[in-house]
């Protein structure tokens, strides 16, 4: 193993196969990958249960841990206890650095909070359907929708089918007043704010933000394409690439 590989942060990922489609499996394990190592994969669910048949192959793959867990009683989720159990073990008896908790349902919000008093870094991943409570206690959320295998054209080639309209990004009240207060928030005695502080601004003020979701790779995509801002990019000595700048549309003088 690479020091660099050493030197990641390690990240347990625990997934309620109830709640969790096996097409995300390779898109989640990539964004994780962008916030450390997955030193620990477990999923749970009821395995004699059919619905969950189309996980074997992808646990395969990727070495997974199925977590056997019966359904002891109609209505209740034994799924979601055994998760639980699980993670404050890991919290206790393992040097992590985060969990990557992958589901939909509002009875992770405790667990989520719990990690993050304790220091680790929280992650969630589910459907535009869970509960805000769940998405507000991670660190970080990103919907599952985005992480679905990107269509493609004929040619094998990668097409975008759901990038949103410079109208329809002004038309976003929320999107609008997000960005605003964070480059406000962010801005210098110039009015300039470097696009990386308005970054993390905005994932701190909403955990569930992600320029996918509008259509866009990167955030830098989606204010070129929003057009809210005046953009400054500059070089900077001795570095490769630029760094952006952004600020807000200065009236003009009516004369």
Sequence with gaps: ??????????????????????????????????YGV?????????????HLKGWKEILLHHAIQP???????????????????????????HNLDGFCIVS???????LASRSREAGLLVIGFGERKTPKPFV??????????????TVADAKGAPVDTHKKSK???KRDPQLVGLLKSA????ADESGWAYLGNVGQYVASVSP?????????????????????????????????????YIRQRRRKARS
């Design 67 to 93: 977590i056997q867990q019966f359904s002891y009683t109609v209505g209740k989720n034994a799924t979601d206890s055994a998760m639980i159990i699980d993670a404050m073990d890991l919290l206790h008896t």
């Design 183 to 186: 480059v406000e928030d962010s």
């Design 104 to 110: 939909s349902d509002s009875d992770f919000t405790r």
């Design 208 to 244: 569930e933000f992600d320029s996918r979701n509008y259509g866009y790779p990167k955030l830098a995509d989606l204010i070129r394409a929003a057009d809210l801002f005046e953009i400054d990019e500059r070089g900077v000595a001795d570095a490769p690439g630029k760094s952006i």
């Design 167 to 169: 109208v329809s990004l």
């Design 1 to 34: 193993m690479t020091q660099q590989r050493l030197d990641q942060p390690k990240l347990a990922v625990l997934i309620d196969a109830d709640n969790t489609a096996p097409s995300i499996a390779e898109g989640l394990l990539a964004e994780v990958a962008k």
């Design 136 to 149: 507000g206690a991670c660190d970080k959320f990103v919907y599952t929708e985005i992480l679905r295998k």
């Design 38 to 50: 997955a030193s620990v994969k477990r999923i749970y669910g009821d395995w004699t249960k059919p």
